[in-house]
């Protein structure tokens, strides 16, 4: 069973930071893909960061440089570190994990936790 629990959403200032932490099962290493996906009212959910299987990590470029996505052995966990936020950022942040079952992807998704940035 596979289960993705987010926290650290919030209220932030702009320019601020905050950092989400999603508690992954069965491990945060056991996945295809896992990391972060972000949508704003009246937009699709859209990408913001991921880690691949093999370490890799890919940003949406509207996030680059400004957030930073790791993997956390012990705590089974995916955290992302997000700094110098702006409205723009503004979104419920989903927890997403991808896992292959034959070849074919089977994904997985947290509740999502509001993120809201304030100007």
């Known amino acids: 069973q596979v289960q993705l629990v987010e926290s650290g959403g919030g209220l932030v200032q702009a320019g601020g930071s905050l950092r989400l932490s999603c508690g992954a099962s069965?491990?945060?290493?056991?996945?295809?893909?896992i990391g972060w996906y972000r949508q704003a009212p009246g937009n699709q959910r859209d990408m913001a960061a991921l880690i691949n299987r093999n370490g890799s990590k890919d940003y949406a470029d509207s996030v680059k440089g400004r957030f930073t996505i790791s993997r956390d052995n012990a705590k089974n966990t995916v955290d992302l570190q997000m700094n110098s936020l702006t409205p723009e950022d503004t979104a419920v942040y989903y927890c997403?994990?991808?896992?292959?079952?034959?070849?074919?992807?089977?994904?997985?998704w947290g509740q999502g936790t509001q993120v809201t940035v304030s100007s």
């Open positions: 997403y994990a991808q896992i292959r079952v034959l070849g074919t992807p089977i994904n997985y």
């Open positions: 069965p491990s945060a290493f056991s996945f295809n893909a």
